[in-house]
């Protein structure tokens, strides 16, 4: 059970409230991630996988981050942000703090990961490293696979440097021409195409080892071959980060979709803002490269190791070795969602909670699936933010509407990084007939919500599904989330007025039931935020719990603050950025904000709130504490109503996560650490903990399912 406080109110609190950077908090929750690559507590394949998202997430960080700060100085913004620093400052910091995460990984990478796998029988070789027999191989396939797809770009003034693409591999060659002696080497280029796998397994049909090399390494190994006459005295792997941020005014554009295929286009010509190169690259090549693409020297990093380790997470598809990886884990299937035809008649009865990935996201796509089908369904709106390349939800929309149901897709185009994506999905639903809408402008849709009319007997009737993650069944498996199905119509009314909103011209609905950005969300969070401070000034109990993936939002930390100096016991638990300051006496001492992070992303939104006149009062959604969240999107944050849910999240949920050991705990200091824990106590992940229900619950319904199918 969530107990609830009431710790003794503090007063003088500090005139000046104080807040982490955003940007810097996010270098610090990646430092995090890292910490998972180096730690032996997790298997070692999974290290390497963790090492690789340090990777991608730093890509992303760049890509938008980054080019947003370098634009503000560009423009000549001075402001400073609450934290007190400006865009120069902001950017003088982030080089220095991710120029040491950088090279901690790949110390990680040598020193750690590489040595590990080689124990292991798993070799990730250098050049240097290779046999003769490697070498035999690696030149056929060299010749048979890279060489025919790969073309030599020479830069001269008849060769003007080319346009390479974000985040492409390429390779800088420095040339000399025979018989001449005192002309400066010359400058050539290899784009290498993204069709070729950039970690390449040497297959000498050995059992016992498995030996890989990267890409890059294959192509300066024979690099020769491609500038026959010259000698090449040196080359070296590079590539650019460019800014991918899109920059659309919807008020001016009247066709959106095309817009943002002209915007994508665009990108791969982005301004850069990194680049990364082997690091004993020549320093007379570097400077007339940097000078080409015109980026200053503090954005480039010189990397010792396989140049962009995202790619590391090919390998670790590749490399069969299920006892170098965690073990397999299979959701549990509810007893009372489990059989696709009884859906509708059991969520009429009751409400349902889907955690997961412990619980299946089958029992999602059935009743999209379902309603396609039934006879009795005639309409199904849908929001789709991500989803999967292969997507069933997209198939059994695509399958409703082939049936003649009446299918509204809310597909946003501008989900960052799957714009192409979306684009797609839109046209092949508007080809059978799907009503496809593009949301409000200025607004991007991020709320996660399916509804389904049907036609029953006393009436019609709305069934709703609402969750805190995306429609992605891939995505299910490895975030954790929670979703709900409803029939109750103070929630399913209000759905379908949000619905209208977003296909409609209604900008001023009202909700009670619903927390609906940008409408009532903010102000509605504030109030039960300040709601617990009178409480607790009163001396009534008084409790927060927040789990978010981000907090930054200015008014919501002020009013935490305020609700802590009340008195008001806070528990945030917040995986990524944070922008509050927890632990500061007089101020923030009833507050602590923790991070957990482990084998799935933690993506789950729950905010429990005392009230200590009723029970708690629970939301989930899809609304991080973020400005972004409560203005500039449409998101949807839905109560807990039912009484055995209610119990579910507040003595089974909320209090397993509390007491997770693997959390780490925000200092003032912007430092995050483990509690210590008693000596000979063992280590408690939640995570762990809800696998290990599912598991037994799982055992369970199938117990139930086998026993029913005898029976009948």
């Not at 796998?197 to 300066?220: E, M, T």
């Not at 909670?353 to 039934?374: C, K, N, T, W």
């Not at 957990?596 to 959604?621: M, P, V």
Request: include cysteine; charged fraction near 25%.
């Amino acid at each position: 059970m969530v107990p609830p406080s009431s710790p003794t109110p503090k007063k003088n609190a500090k005139a000046k409230f104080p807040y982490f950077n955003r940007e810097l908090s996010w270098l610090a929750f990646n430092r995090r991630v890292l910490e998972l690559a180096t730690s032996t507590d997790q298997p070692l394949l999974e290290r390497l996988k963790f090492l690789s998202i340090v990777s991608s997430n730093l890509d992303e960080f760049y890509e938008i981050r980054v080019a947003g700060l370098v634009q503000q100085v560009e423009s000549g913004v001075i402001e400073v942000g609450v934290d007190g620093l400006g865009p120069k400052e902001q950017l003088r910091r982030i080089h220095s703090i991710a120029g040491s995460l950088v090279a901690d990984q790949y110390a990680c990478w040598h020193k750690q990961l590489v040595p590990a796998m080689k124990k292991e029988g798993i070799a990730f070789k250098t050049p240097a490293e290779l046999d003769a027999k490697e070498k035999r191989w690696l030149k056929q396939y060299f010749e048979e696979q890279v060489y025919p797809v790969l073309t030599p770009m020479a830069i001269d003034p008849a060769h003007p440097f080319p346009q390479l693409g974000n985040k492409t591999l390429n390779i800088l060659v420095s040339l000399k021409r025979p018989r001449t002696r005192k002309q400066p080497p010359m400058m050539a280029i290899i784009p290498v195409p993204r069709i070729l796998p950039r970690v390449v397994h040497i297959d000498l049909g050995k059992k016992d080892a498995q030996s890989y090399i990267f890409l890059s390494d294959v192509v300066n190994l024979y690099v020769e071959q491609l500038f026959p006459g010259h000698k090449v005295q040196g080359a070296w792997a590079f590539r650019i980060t460019r800014n991918s941020d899109l920059y659309i005014d919807e008020e001016e554009v009247e066709n959106l979709l095309k817009k943002i295929e002209e915007e994508l286009y665009k990108l791969r010509k982005g301004d850069p803002v990194r680049l990364e190169i082997e690091h004993d690259v020549d320093e007379g090549m570097l400077n007339q490269l940097t000078k080409a693409i015109d980026l200053p020297s503090d954005y480039v990093v010189r990397i010792d190791g396989p140049l962009n380790p995202t790619r590391l997470m090919g390998a670790y598809g590749m490399i069969e070795r299920p006892d170098l990886k965690d073990s397999p884990f299979q959701p549990n299937l509810p007893a009372d969602l489990a059989v696709p035809k009884k859906l509708f008649a059991n969520i009429r009865e009751d409400d349902f909670l889907l955690h997961h990935p412990y619980d299946s996201f089958q029992p999602v796509v059935d009743f999209i699936r379902e309603a396609g089908s039934d006879p009795q369904v005639f309409a199904i709106k849908q929001t789709l933010y991500r989803t999967s390349g292969d997507s069933p939800i997209i198939a059994a929309l695509k399958e409703a509407s082939l049936k003649g149901k009446q299918v509204t897709a809310l597909v946003e185009l501008k989900a960052r990084f799957d714009e192409a994506n979306n684009i797609q999905w839109a046209r092949e639903l508007e080809e059978v007939g799907v009503h496809v809408v593009y949301g409000l402008v200025g607004l991007k849709t991020h709320c996660k919500c399916c509804l389904v009319v049907r036609r029953e007997a006393d009436g019609l009737r709305r069934y709703v599904h609402l969750g805190t993650g995306n429609y992605n069944p891939k995505t299910a498996k490895l975030y954790t989330d929670l979703s709900i199905f409803t029939a109750r119509e103070a929630i399913t009314s209000e759905v379908a007025d949000l619905f209208n909103t977003l296909t409609g011209f209604s900008r001023s609905p009202e909700f009670s039931s619903l927390l609906v950005a940008p409408f009532n969300l903010h102000s509605g969070m504030q109030a039960l935020i300040k709601r617990e401070a009178r409480n607790a000034k009163a001396g009534k109990p008084a409790r927060i719990i927040a789990k978010t993936n981000s907090l930054i939002d200015k008014e919501t930390i002020d009013n935490l603050y305020a609700a802590s100096q009340a008195g008001v016991k806070i528990d945030l638990i917040v995986r990524g950025i944070c922008g509050l300051v927890p632990g500061v006496k007089g101020l923030s001492e009833n507050i602590t904000v923790r991070s957990i992070l482990g084998r799935y992303l933690e993506h789950s939104r729950i905010y429990y709130f005392e009230n200590s006149e009723k029970q708690a009062d629970i939301y989930i959604g899809s609304a991080d504490w973020m400005p972004r969240n409560f203005f500039r999107r449409i998101e949807c944050v839905f109560p807990i109503q039912d009484a055995e849910l209610h119990k579910e999240v507040t003595e089974e949920i909320l209090p397993c996560i509390l007491t997770d050991t693997t959390a780490k705990f925000l200092q003032p200091n912007g430092a995050y650490k483990l509690k210590p824990r008693p000596k000979g106590d063992s280590i408690v992940s939640s995570q762990q903990k809800f696998m290990e229900k599912a598991e037994a619950e799982r055992t369970h319904n199938q117990h139930l399912l086998d026993s029913e199918s005898a029976e009948s």
